[in-house]
């Protein structure tokens, strides 16, 4: 008996001992796993589908990993490109327009607008402080520190692009065997975790409805928001239009202004430049077409099936971002409704 028992904890010891070593080895893989895992959940459904068209599993998870490849590895790189060499130039120059005359310039015109909806106290405390040296030279600090950590990035492009393909075949290789093998690897799992099975099947079924949610509720609102937003920058002829796009995309996970974090102040830019036209339609751009996206697709959320109140929502996706990079918008969810889940079967399977 005591043997058996020896055994026994032998046997678990060396498994929880191998599995930290497993997922030591791992660790430098671990966020393109974490992002193939996600597609697959996304892809999930239209790969169930397909492979009931195709004679296999095998032929649907090929092509649906090099249209993974065409629609959002290629693009992405390309973008991340593009976004780089404008934030550069767009560092440099703000720091120039800071330390020029121009920069004066258009603070008297500021004054003079502003003068016409608030008060002339209000306008003074304002303007004495971004007039300055203290506030001058805490913005010609910061960009100062942008623009060289984006210098230092652009030197090692090299390394930065081998770095970036090389994930994105681990990307792709994962994201492939997940489709294919995915449900065999779910099945052998879910044999070790010590739970009842339809408990087990339910946490599996909250992971995926999160990620579903995430995904369809707020990663696509962002961007339908960032795209709309670059169109309509563009129209009103805002040079780094795909920048500010971007920064909309990330700036739609954060309440209360969302979008309007980054159109409202480039409305404000246009009316300090004289761009009145752009100003104006930028304005309407903002208000009735980026910011109403938000209306129209979040309610997926509750369509799919997650209960979560949307300060919780906000709060899971922004220190996921935090804790774990980009990849947290989806792992943040994830575990907050994981937690909610293990509560709940606490409560169904101990408490009563």
């Known amino acids: 008996m005591e ?31 974490l992002w193939a895992l ?18 296999g599993a095998t032929l649907s998870a090929l092509i649906l990993t090099l249209l993974t490849l065409l629609v959002i590895v290629i693009p992405f790189g390309v ?39 608030l008060r002339q106290e209000q306008v003074e405390v304002f303007l004495n402080y971004i007039k300055s040296e203290e506030f001058r030279s805490l913005v010609v600090g910061m960009l100062k520190g942008t623009s060289q950590q984006l210098l230092q990035l652009s030197t090692n492009l090299f390394t930065f692009a081998l770095s970036f393909l090389f994930k994105s075949f681990i990307f792709l290789l994962t994201l492939f065997f997940i489709l294919r093998d995915g449900e065999k690897f779910a099945s052998f799992i879910e044999r070790f975790i010590p739970m009842h099975e339809e408990d087990v099947r339910e946490i599996f079924g909250t992971v995926y ?19 709309l937003g670059a169109i309509g920058y563009a129209i009103a002829g805002i040079k780094y239009y795909p920048l500010f796009g971007l920064a909309t995309f990330f700036a739609s996970f954060v309440p209360p202004f969302g979008a309007g974090a980054v159109w409202a102040p480039l409305v404000a830019y246009l009316f300090i430049t004289q761009s009145i036209k752009s100003a104006i339609f930028l304005l ?38 935090i804790a774990f990079g980009f990849v947290g918008i989806f792992l943040g969810p994830i575990i907050f409704t994981t937690l909610f889940s293990l509560f709940v079967i606490y409560e169904r399977r101990i408490l009563k």
């Open 3 to 33: 043997r058996e028992k020896f055994f026994k904890y032998s046997v678990l010891t060396s498994t929880i001992g191998l599995l930290m070593v497993v997922l030591y080895i791992l660790l430098p893989f671990i966020t393109p796993i």
């Open 38 to 55: 996600i597609f697959s959940f996304v892809l999930y459904p239209v790969h169930q589908k397909l492979k009931k068209l195709l004679p």
């Open 79 to 117: 973008l991340g490109a593009i976004i780089l060499n404008q934030a550069i130039e767009l560092s440099v120059y703000l720091l120039n327009f800071i330390q020029n005359h121009t920069y004066q310039q258009y603070l008297s015109y500021l004054e003079a607008l502003l003068k016409k909806f």
């Open 209 to 227: 409805k999160t990620v579903l949610a995430t995904a369809y509720g707020s990663v696509v609102v962002g961007f339908v928001q960032g795209l």
């Open 284 to 321: 309407i751009w903002g208000m009735f077409i980026i910011s109403t996206v938000d209306n129209i697709i979040r309610p997926l959320i509750m369509k799919i099936g997650v209960q979560m109140p949307y300060i919780v929502l906000f709060f899971s996706i922004l220190g996921g971002i």
